[in-house]
């Protein structure tokens, strides 16, 4: 078995402010494969976020060990990440094309080949056409495409997702689901995939890891044995059924209950 | 219909709305017997140029005196913003302090100014620059702090240099802030050169008001305003004009 892509073991985080001292996350482990699609469900507010940007290197960790890359596999931080949140983050004075090229410009990259490399993600994330249009002038579900489009242009290992469909309309969001699944096989990037969407969990990732509340603690990490590509119809199969029942119980949820998870409570 | 006649349309009613304003004021003075020294029909107010009150050259003295101050206002303002962002320490020591000298009413400032530079074109640049000064001052030094905390994470993950999160991020990120400022500023701008004249001054429109006064030469009190009037348009239009070229066609509003 090859050497996994992610490996974090006990990691801690503590924030600091002013006086106090906020434990955010505890000994959280696990592992991901490289190509490999997975998803992070919580609460809001269990520390998601954090986890995923002590991933990035955009927060320190208090104890424990982070490791990304391998020798098979090398990991440059400042060039490997791409990076997609829960709002787009468009220059709002830039054109969709600009927009995507912003990390290549940052990185020096050669101007000729990302213009291209460009063009070609627009194509795959469903915008050809529309690398003239200002962001605004864009549906959410646009927008957020092109947000995808601006993580791959450096070509990058890994990439961070955190919840970034939690502000589209259902539909949309299913819709983004089966074009990240799509966007994922062809482009074989390692993804880890935050959401606090149980359904929307289970649906893309081949494993869920699951973390509970205050301070966030692993609850579970589990295989989703489903086979890909995966469609809409397989969210009534049985045994999809039963990861979600699996995963609410967990999260202290009835099955019955709403697909979102509840914030964390502070006691 | 298409975008071209729809603006041609625009402007059209635009022109229309403001020689309507024009013809109603036309008909309301001749139709009752308000007296010509308290609202003279527009006319008599274009017939005021006809006099010896040397419209030109106070016209060019207040013009002066706008756009001087404002011209200051701009590069003091975006240049102190620039080093506050630049350096945050000078940020923290003298913001609070800014934010505390726009609460002086600047037109209170003009007598003293008077009394350390004496009357003339120079005080009175000086009043129009204090109070179009801060507006822009504190709009953009807004606007280069407004930058999402999320993306700035995105750039640096990247390793982005402190200059191009300024030039790619911070600085086109800020002109929507900057030019919002600035057109509040030209009324301001305005303002202060008129009160400057006011207070003491031999010469400009603000100076020609006051000596018509004394004579109840009302036209010529309405054309030294539209005069005045025009001179803030020139200066907005032509921050439109700056803004066009700096921000095209990507969103003006914040
Ligand atoms: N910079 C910070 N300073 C202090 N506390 C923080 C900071 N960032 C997050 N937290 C706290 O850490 C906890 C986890 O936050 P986060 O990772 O954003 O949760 P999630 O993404 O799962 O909603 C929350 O209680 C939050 O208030
Ligand atoms: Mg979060």
Redesign the pocket.
């Known amino acids: 078995m090859s050497e996994s892509f992610i490996h974090l073991s006990d990691v801690r985080k503590i ?1 600091k ?1 002013r006086n106090e001292e ?1 434990l ?1 996350v505890s000994e959280v482990t696990f592992d991901v494969k490289a190509g490999e699609l997975v998803s992070i469900v ?1 609460p ?7 986890i995923l940007k002590i991933l990035a290197g955009i927060h320190s960790y208090e104890g424990g060990t982070v490791r990304i890359g391998s020798e098979a596999n090398p990991f440059d931080p400042s060039k490997d990440i791409g990076m997609v949140f829960q709002q787009p983050l468009l220059l709002k004075w830039r054109k969709v094309l600009q927009n995507v090229l912003l990390p290549a410009e940052i990185l020096g990259l050669p101007r000729k080949e990302s213009l291209d490399r460009a063009h070609y993600l627009l194509k795959m994330v469903g915008l050809q056409g529309f690398e003239d249009k200002y962001p605004h002038e864009l549906s959410g579900g646009m927008q957020q495409r092109t947000a995808i489009a601006r993580a791959l242009i450096h070509d990058p290992k890994l990439i961070l997702m955190d919840e970034p469909f939690g502000a589209l309309d259902a539909l949309t969001r299913e819709k983004m689901n089966l074009e990240l699944l799509r966007i994922w096989k062809e482009s074989q990037k390692t993804i880890l995939f ?1 959401t606090h969407g149980i359904q929307e969990a289970v649906f893309l990732g081949s494993r869920v890891i699951v973390l509970t509340c205050g301070p ?1 603690r692993m609850a579970d990490n589990i295989a989703i044995d489903l086979p890909y590509p995966r469609t809409l119809d397989m969210m009534t199969h049985e045994e999809f059924g039963k990861y979600a029942r699996h995963l609410y119980k967990h999260l202290g949820m009835d099955a019955d209950g709403s697909d979102i998870v509840e914030e ?1 409570r502070i006691d | 219909m298409n975008d071209i006649s729809k603006q041609a349309r625009r402007y059209v009613l635009i022109i229309l709305i403001h020689l309507g304003v024009v013809i109603i004021w036309h008909l309301w003075v001749t139709m009752s017997n308000i007296p010509d020294y308290v609202m003279p029909s527009p006319g008599a107010t274009l017939l005021s140029l006809g006099e010896e009150y040397g419209w030109l050259h106070n016209t060019y003295i207040t013009a002066v005196e706008v756009f001087g101050g404002y011209f200051l206002a701009v590069i003091a303002g975006v240049g102190l913003a620039l080093i506050f962002n630049w350096f945050k320490t000078m940020e923290t020591m003298f913001m609070p302090l800014m934010v505390s000298l726009n609460m002086i009413p600047k037109v209170a400032l003009g007598p003293l100014f008077i009394v350390w530079l004496s009357y003339g074109v120079g005080p009175n640049i000086l009043i129009s620059f204090s109070i179009c000064f801060l507006p822009i001052l504190l709009t953009m030094e807004r606007g280069l702090r407004e930058s999402d905390p999320d993306l700035l994470d995105l750039v640096r993950t990247l390793r982005a240099s402190r200059w191009q999160i300024f030039t790619k991020i911070q600085l086109p990120g800020s002109l929507p802030y900057l030019f919002s400022g600035m057109k509040v500023a030209v009324v301001l701008a305005v303002a202060g050169a008129i009160v400057g004249e006011f207070i003491a001054s031999q010469e400009g429109l603000g100076y020609l008001m006051l000596q018509v006064q004394v004579t109840l030469d009302t036209a010529a009190m309405f054309m030294a305003v539209l005069i005045i009037t025009a001179i803030g348009v020139v200066l907005y239009g032509l921050v439109l004009l700056l803004e066009y070229l700096f921000i095209g066609q990507a969103p003006k509003e914040i």
């Open positions: 924030f402010t906020f955010a919580g809001s507010g269990c520390g998601k976020t954090t935050v966030a964390c």
